[in-house]
Each structure stands twice: as structure tokens, then as C-alpha cells.
T-cell receptor
């Protein structure tokens, strides 16, 4: 079974500063990795995903994430945040060899609070 | 515009009543999912369906039921057996049930049981 750990429940940061949101996963098999963003009272929107290939993945809104297999991590980064980036961010995994099953296992989320 | 529509956005029900949450998609996706979101707990999978007339239990299916009679629709019924039904419910769909495919989410339904 897979699990996802987002150790930081909240990350405060000043506008235009860099930010890193941490995600670690546990799995006995290879996985696909995702980052989703959720604005207040809305659904989730995909930021980026890692399926295979290059370990550095670029997503929307200037975000990127790096897959590190040895550390079982998939941290999300942005070099300069904006007020509009204030939202909750979820890391998720799905089993690469689960057959026709695209079940996502989510972390508990990290609230990114950008301050002026 | 293609997308997933959940209705209603807010729902209030008395304890002991069954309630059905609607989820419709016009993306022609085969797979659909229901998640429950509670503060500090992330999203947990309730039920999922990979094809019409077929669905499977997720991690927290007790007290919930679903149907998948049409490709576009995947309604969720919260029954009186669900001990703590107040939560934010999210419906999602993906082009197939294959791993790695992007899941598209609706705007959610916030259910409050009083």
C-alpha cells in the first residue's frame, strides 16, 4: 500500500520569496506522482505530474517538482511566489502497476500562505 | 465547455436522512471517483467506477452508495448509516482508469448534517 506524507500543514512566505513544499511517499512498487492545488471552496486542479523520464517536472503557474527515488520525495518549488498562489497544495501518488486502477492516494495537504 | 458539474454546492440535511449528491461530466471520461475531504485529513476515496454499470469500494465506503447507469453520471448517496457525514465531497473523472491519467475535479459539495 502507498502513503503520502506532507509534513508541513502550513507554510507562510512573503511575496516574491522562494518556496518549497515537501512531499514524501512510501510504496513497495513504482508510482506516479502528482501535485494538485485547491483554492478555497473549489475543486482540485493539476499542477504537474511525474510519470517517467526526466526527474525535474515543470508545471503550470511557474511551479516545478523534482522526483528523488532514493529519498522517496517529490518536493514542489517555486522561485518567486505571488499573493495569488495562496491555496492548499496536495501531493498524491498512484500505483504504476495497479492495472486499470487510477486510484490516487493523497497527502493531508499544505496551506501556502503568501503575505505581502 | 467540458467539465464536471457537482450539485448542489451547499447541502443541509437532518440527521438520519439519506441524501444524494449529483455529479455529471461531459468530458466523455470512462472513470469517475468520489472523494471525501475533511480538514487536516486530505482526500479519501469513497467509491470509484471504471466503466458504466460497474463500481468498486474505496477506502471509506461504509455508509455510502453509488450507481453508474450512464457514462456521464455518478451520483453518491450518503445514507443514515454514515456516522459522520458532514464533509466536503469531491467528484472526479479521468479519461480511463489507467494509472497516471489526470483526474479532473468538480467544484465540490459541502454537506452539513444537523
Amino acid at each position: 500500500a502507498q502513503s503520502v506524507t506532507q509534513l508541513d500543514s502550513q507554510v507562510p512566505v512573503f511575496e516574491e520569496a522562494p518556496v518549497e513544499l515537501r512531499c514524501n511517499y512510501s510504496s513497495s512498487v513504482s508510482v506516479y506522482l502528482f501535485w494538485y492545488v485547491q483554492y478555497p471552496n473549489q475543486g482540485l486542479q493539476l499542477l504537474l505530474k511525474y510519470l517517467s523520464g526526466s526527474t525535474l517536472v515543470k508545471g503550470i503557474n511557474g511551479f516545478e517538482a523534482e522526483f528523488n527515488k532514493s529519498q522517496t520525495s517529490f518536493h514542489l518549488r517555486k522561485p518567486s511566489v505571488h499573493i495569488s498562489d495562496t491555496a492548499e497544495y496536495f501531493c498524491a501518488v498512484s500505483d504504476k502497476y495497479g492495472g486499470a486502477t487510477n486510484k490516487l492516494i493523497f497527502g493531508t495537504g499544505t496551506l501556502l500562505a503568501v503575505q505581502p | 465547455d467540458g467539465g464536471i458539474t457537482q450539485s448542489p454546492k451547499y447541502l443541509f440535511r437532518k440527521e438520519g436522512q439519506n441524501v444524494t449528491l449529483s455529479c455529471e461530466q461531459n468530458l466523455n471520461h470512462d472513470a469517475m471517483y468520489w472523494y471525501r475531504q475533511d480538514p487536516g485529513q486530505g482526500l479519501r476515496l469513497i467509491y470509484y467506477s471504471q466503466i458504466v454499470n460497474d463500481f468498486q469500494k474505496g477506502d471509506i465506503a461504509e455508509g455510502y452508495s453509488v450507481s453508474r447507469e450512464k457514462k456521464e453520471s455518478f451520483p453518491l448517496t450518503v445514507t443514515s448509516a454514515q456516522k459522520n457525514p458532514t464533509a466536503f465531497y469531491l467528484c472526479a473523472s479521468s479519461i480511463s482508469g489507467q494509472g497516471g491519467t489526470e483526474a479532473f475535479f468538480g467544484q465540490g459539495t459541502r454537506l452539513t448534517v444537523v
